[in-house]
């Protein structure tokens, strides 16, 4: 999820155009939200939108708005980030470099109950839930949680905040309200993961306004968040198959790790059986605690690890022989939150959609054993908090069939949703395109992505160019995973974690002796530094970046 020495300072020119207001809504201009570059032209702003649509002269809801202009075609990109929850305004860095604003402009909003939105529906309290309690069973910290959840649900409530408001529901009756009060009849529609489950649900309810529709990591028959419940694991059962399966095919793999998959859960069940003792530290606060690493805990590490499945044969043999850093490393991540997400507006989507289901509900045909043991208690927390949280539930959509072009994007090793999805929905729309990314997981954008979606919306009866989409991972099978150490830059008055042996070309600038891999050091003022991180590695066609500390951003390309 989420650094550099060179201290920017950058002058922003927001270049203003005029707007239409349409009568669906008024949009008022205003500051952008995020930086401006000075060779863009962007306008800004907000629009008002009822909490309910069924009570339109009710209470009201305030999102941001960015318009990046670009070339003349009438019908824009607007696009939606994942959770829901994620901030979208951070992918307008992303698709402001991309081909697609030659050709038309980009709307990005933040929709209802996420960051730059008023309200905004995190909850701070879950963050800081387990502050106190660094190294504790997860037993704990569940709880912990929990307890975050019912005061971030109070302080919502009085607040006035109606949370059966922010359901699917709402959430898509907004999008076509917000298009037209800036002025678009028609538009084309991007999203990632819960971002791609709304734009699906706008295509079904508001098939005449949506010209193409582009889903990475989302497809789903009937663009229902429960769904996802109900069969992570035979998801998360499906990344290890195809790590083992394609390592198998592998030549190169296979012979430097040979019986992956006997091995690998061999390891497992040994660790369950003799719990190791490591030792853990907060990547903030250099406490350190210490802990058992067991099977359990291995799988709900790994399961978040298949966007480096190239590293993942190595990084599951390297168990075998004790070498267990990667693991140890991650590990602190079960005890920090997540901040600049609206945790409160996830809850309140997805356990509208999955509050009638329970434990039994799960789908656990075909999964291996360790997974469904590894995963009970999470699981269950999540029933919990739906419980806690005791929203309205939202029925299931019909089945979406459609004569709206539809390009799908998906990588072979996403563990968040079944990969076979994506045929199962292409097959009800009457033109469509299924890319399956050979060499990744969940979230599938970058320069390839990007390039398709700007040839399908300009020509959607026709394929796109899909010869950059990688067939299989390169495995690394050589080589030791990376390990860090914190390195202070005390001009700059920062931290970095800079990879051991790592040779420091000049003042911020290390590099990979073995692969010639490049680290940059970035350091950027505090109310700045997202956006800038998004638009300093657009440049190089990076669409994530990587969180380690709460101040610093690591940036690494090959």
Known sequence: MKRAILVMMLLYIVLVASTTLAQDGAFTESECAIPVPPDKTLICGTVEVPEQFSDPDGNTIVLSVVIVKGGDAADPLVVFNGGPGSNSLVLANVFMESPIIEDRDIV????????NATPDLECPEVDTAADDIFGAPMSDVFS???EGYEACRMRLLEAGVNLNAYNSVERTAEVPFVMSALGYDTFNIWGVSGGGFLAQAVNREYPDRVNTLMLDSAAQSEAFMGHVFVNILQSINSSFEAVFDTC?????????????????????????????PVTIVHPQTGEAADVLLTGDSVLLVLSNEFSNVANLPRIMNDLMDVKVDYIVDRLPNNYMGDPGYSDGLYQSV?????????LNDVNTEGVYPPIIDAFEEFLQFNIDICDIWDVSTVQRGELITSDTPILI???????????????????????????????KAHVTLGACAL??????????TVAPDMSCVAERPQFVVGGNVLTFSEVTFESLGIAAQIPDDWQELQPGVYQDSVNGTLLVILALPAETESNGIEAFISTLGLPEFERIGEEIMVVVKR
């Open 108 to 115: 990005v909003y933040s929709d209802r109950g996420t960051p």
């Open 248 to 276: 198998a095919m592998d030549a190169i793999c296979n012979d430097a790790f040979p019986q992956l998959e006997v091995n690998f859960w061999d390891t497992i069940a040994d660790l369950n059986s003799n719990p190791m």
């Open 350 to 358: 997805f356990c509208a959609e999955m509050g009638q289901f329970t």
């Open 409 to 439: 994007m998906e990588g072979v090793f996403d563990s968040n949703k079944q990969l076979e999805l994506g045929q199962v929905v292409i097959e009800n729309y009457d033109v469509g395109y299924l890319v399956e990314f050979g060499d």
């Open 451 to 460: 390039n398709m979606m700007a040839e399908f919306m300009n020509a959607p």
């Open 144 to 146: 912990a949680r929990l």
